[in-house]
Antibody, heavy 113, light 107 residues
Framework: QVQLQESGPGLVKPSETLSLTCSVS?????????WGWIRQSPGKGLEWIGS???????YYNPSLKSRVNISMDTSKNQFSLTVTSVTAADTAVYYC??????WGQGTLVTVSS | EIVLTQSPATLSLSPGERATLSCRAS??????LAWFQQKPGQAPRLLIY???NRATGIPARFSGSGSGTDFTLTISSLEPEDFAVYYC?????????FGQGTKVEIK
């Protein structure tokens, strides 16, 4: 059974870098599929941030591309998200997902001083 | 960027009624459309992929149709647990976008 779990700081200061990790169990991330990050600001809809495929190639939302990086660590069966120069607008629940089928439970990240 | 427009924003129905949700793409996306259900405090759940295929474990009362730019999610007879927010999502050239959501609420 594929399971995903997000982890990382729940509070980040403005202008700093947000870093999250998604730990995957039940499936090897190097075995295929694409692994992505999606966020949801409080009371708002879903926003795709980006995805990385098993080859390591990444794809990003054009509106966030300049500030976002997604990478894989196959030795730990994890993939990670970094968002630089955060503002209050980056406050959201961040989800990791395998394709569209399997999602983590989400983790709330608040940007505040 | 492909924009998905969902309508209506809110649908007020009673249990047992039929729900019809619409999603329109700003350009053709073939059948690369999925539908998700989201309840408060939960992650989205995949209902339909590739426009008309039910995901594993999804009841038959959920069905999807459409291709190109116009898509529909139909819930044939609403159960109490179906009142939630529904999002459509497209994948084109590895880039995703979501619609803004339709809330199905109890009338």
């Amino acid at each position: 059974q594929v399971q995903l779990q997000e982890s990382g700081p729940g509070l980040v200061k403005p202008s700093e870098t947000l870093s999250l990790t998604c730990s995957v169990s039940g499936y090897s991330i190097s075995g295929g599929h694409y692994w992505g990050w999606i966020r949801q600001s409080p009371g708002k809809g879903l926003e795709w941030i980006g995805s990385v495929i098993h080859t390591g190639t990444s794809y990003y939302n054009p509106s966030l591309k300049s500030r976002v990086n997604i990478s894989m660590d196959t030795s730990k069966n994890q993939f990670s998200l970094t968002v630089t120069s955060v503002t209050a607008a980056d406050t959201a629940v961040y989800y990791c997902a395998r394709g569209a089928s399997y999602w983590g439970q989400g983790t709330l990240v608040t940007v505040s001083s | 960027e492909i924009v998905l427009t969902q309508s209506p924003a809110t649908l007020s129905l009673s249990p047992g009624e039929r729900a019809t949700l619409s999603c329109r793409a700003s350009q053709s996306i073939s059948n690369y459309l999925a539908w998700f259900q989201q309840k408060p405090g939960q992650a989205p759940r995949l209902l339909i992929y590739d426009a008309s295929n039910r995901a594993t474990g999804i009841p038959a009362r959920f069905s999807g149709s459409g291709s190109g730019t116009d898509f529909t999610l139909t819930i044939s007879s609403l159960e109490p647990e179906d009142f939630a927010v529904y999002y459509c999502q497209q994948r084109n050239n590895w880039l995703w976008t979501f619609g803004q959501g339709t809330k199905v609420e109890i009338k």
